[in-house]
């Protein structure tokens, strides 16, 4: 019933930005909670951050607070991760989720996923 597709992933150097697009199909889209998880080679598959229905409510992993920010627009079907400051260990591949809980936002349990695409930071 919802289809995720991200875009925006590439190879940028230490210190740089990046902004990750997920579109999104459905009617019941608004209803969702939407986040963002990434997994590096030989890691589990690790939180990033999520939005609520209302745009005000955020939540972000510790790793990426203050130099990631979260949004979407409803009208537009559309969540974006900004990200900022960019450091190698945020080297993964970056998936988009849709969920009905947002304090509940797990990598086990999430409703649907993106195909994922490939953020690669050089030092």
């Known amino acids: 019933q919802v289809q995720l597709v991200e875009s925006g992933g590439g190879l940028v150097q230490a210190g740089g930005s990046l902004r990750l697009s997920c579109a999104a199909s459905?009617?019941?889209?608004?209803?969702?909670?939407m986040g963002w998880f990434r997994q590096a080679p030989g890691k589990e598959r690790e939180f990033v951050s999520v939005?609520?229905?209302?745009?005000?409510?955020?939540r972000y992993a510790d790793s990426v607070k203050g130099r990631f920010t979260i949004s979407r627009d409803n009208a537009k079907n559309l969540v974006y991760l900004q990200m900022n400051s960019l450091k190698p260990e945020d080297t993964a591949v970056y998936y988009c989720?849709?969920?009905?809980?947002?304090?509940?936002?797990?990598?086990?349990?999430?409703?649907?996923w993106g195909q994922g695409t490939q953020v690669t930071v050089s030092s």
């Open positions: 939005i609520g229905w209302s745009s005000g409510n955020t």
């Open positions: 989720a849709a969920d009905h809980s947002f304090s509940v936002f797990r990598a086990a349990s999430v409703d649907y």
């Open positions: 459905g009617r019941t889209f608004s209803r969702y909670a």
